[in-house]
């Protein structure tokens, strides 16, 4: 029995995995679909969400299934409890790269991301991409370092963020106010979902030390 509670356990972190990493792909994905106006892929990351809400129905029904059988205590009970938030996190990642996609879609045939942006929606998506991708190989190895590390990491979106705003704000800006507007959307998009990784990482070293990562003092990297 105690193997049988182990092992569903482990099935709800694999479940967690999972959903990061398509997350983590379709943000990437929808990164693309904005820039190119491809609204074949905008439309297969819109399809893609239900998969990440099934997911998440899944794994609650998983863990209050555990909750009500097993009663777990101490670790266990953290375990279950911060994987049910994790699973909150990781399905609202994933409405906010079919958010991107939804404004591919909306704005095509045209890119909603005037040509001097490119670049810097380029870089946003695909930091948003390492992110997840980090927050999965935490939610794996338990890496409290690395887990620490996405905060800091979390500071060049904002930093990006931050970039489009002056851009925004520019008095030569000529693109007007719709574009203005899908801009200002965007930056909140990749923003949010680079949150959202950071808040899965957070939660593990919640899961792992009992203490709450805003406590602790990132590791100091040597270059």
Do not use: C
Not at 93 to 101: E, I
Not at 156 to 172: N, P, V
């Amino acid at each position: 029995m105690r193997d049988a509670y182990h092992e569903e356990l482990d099935s709800i972190s694999e479940g967690l995995v999972e959903m990061a990493r398509i997350v983590g792909s379709a943000i990437g994905r929808a990164t693309t679909a904005i820039l190119d106006a491809d609204l074949n892929l905008a439309e297969s990351v819109i399809a893609q969400d239900e998969k990440v809400d099934g997911l998440q129905r899944d794994l609650e029904q998983r863990a209050i299934t555990l909750l009500a059988r097993q009663q777990p205590v101490a670790t266990d009970l953290r375990i279950v409890v911060t994987s049910l938030r994790m699973s909150a996190d990781l399905e609202r990642s994933g409405d906010l790269a079919q958010h991107v996609a939804k404004l591919a879609r909306l704005r095509f045939p045209a890119s909603a991301v005037p040509q001097d942006l490119h670049a810097t929606i380029l870089e946003m998506g695909q930091l948003a991409q390492r992110l997840m991708a980090k927050a999965a190989e935490v939610i794996i190895t338990k890496d409290v370092d690395l887990a620490l590390q996405l905060e800091q990491d979390d500071d060049e979106i904002d930093l990006l963020h931050r970039t489009l705003f002056q851009h925004l704000m520019d008095d030569r800006w000529k693109h007007g106010i719709e574009t203005a507007v899908d801009v200002t959307l965007l930056g909140r998009y990749y923003e949010r979902f680079a949150d959202h990784a950071v808040s899965v990482a957070q939660r593990v070293v919640y899961l792992v030390t009992g203490e709450h990562a805003d406590e602790m003092t990132p590791p100091i990297t040597v270059e």
